[in-house]
């Protein structure tokens, strides 16, 4: 009931900060996400939490604990769709623009297309962040330039391609 369900809460806060278990910890969120509303708050002086977005790219671990397994429900897999893809080094600011000095300044042949296969696609780069932890803003990671280029035996492959007629 309200009349109980503030201290419910802190009892539910508190008991998240000690435990261990994932089922406890996860019963434990879910209780707390169905019984705090703060849908009649309205501004970043009033609801803080809100406004806040934490467990980013430039962090080992999600400092809200955010933990997902698709696998576990229906829900979870429901849940799961919100989450993102997040470069370190960004895409559209840094890689992309990286890629195509390097292409007008050297032979295509010089450029090591796997580096960049591997920042655009690959978890090298990419990192799996829940929504509320997705920083939107700039990154300021760069592209590692001794690894942009094609040095020592990797230059050296043949990298022609036969082509071939259209009939």
Known sequence: TDRHADALVEAAK??????????KRKVLIDLLQNLE???DLESRDEDADWF?????FDQKLCQSLHSINPYGSRESR????TWNLDHRIEKKRTIIPSLLEALQNHK?????????????FTRENLKLVHIACH??????????TRKMFRTGKNAKQDTTVKKKRLI
């Open 52 to 56: 806040n977005g934490t467990g980013s």
């Open 78 to 81: 429901i849940v799961f769709s």
């Open 14 to 23: 508190g008991l998240l900060s000690d435990e261990k278990s994932f089922k």
């Open 108 to 120: 295509t042949t010089d450029i090591n297309l796997i580096y960049f296969y591997q920042m655009l």
């Open 37 to 39: 509303d703060t849908s």
């Open 135 to 144: 920083k939107k803003g700039a990154h300021n990671l760069l592209c590692d």
